[in-house]
């Protein structure tokens, strides 16, 4: 509130202290916003898997069908167990040592360090037993329809 007495150089300075205590408002807010979002970032950072980071806890191949469990030690949800299907041997994929739990294709965004010939899993199930059960099946039956096919 302005006081009657005040100067006009007063009531000057006063207009220009209220301004620069806006902007230091608006300034502390955004850092808040920035700190926010670095903060979801890093959230979604620790819920994804990294492709280099896994653990092999379970195989199965059927034919030219590989069932992997997979764990990525620093995922968090679902305890970063990954039940996987793909068209290759434990050998092919264990070679590559990055192992993307995710869809991709040989256009995908390359990971550092990732082969030229990146395998990606051609089916994810849910990392629970009966997840494990129908990966397997699902293997089998991809085997029995291969092998139908050659007869």
Sequence with gaps: MRNPNETHAQTEA???????????SVEHRKDEEIKAL???????????????????????QHGPYLVVKLQYPKCK???????????????QVVKQKIIDPHFGAEDSTKIAG????MI???????PTLLGWNDA??????????DKNKKE
């Design 120 to 126: 990606y899993p051609i089916a994810r199930f849910a």
């Design 136 to 145: 397997v099946l699902f293997a089998r039956m991809l085997a029995n329809a």
């Design 38 to 60: 670095q903060d979801q970032l890093q959230q979604l950072r620790d819920e994804n898997p990294n492709p280099g980071d896994w653990v092999l806890l379970e195989d199965c």
């Design 14 to 24: 006063r207009h220009l202290q209220e301004h620069y205590d806006n902007i230091r």
């Design 114 to 117: 990732q082969p030229d010939k």
């Design 77 to 91: 949800n679902h305890k970063g167990v990954k039940v996987l299907v793909f068209q290759a041997t434990l050998s």
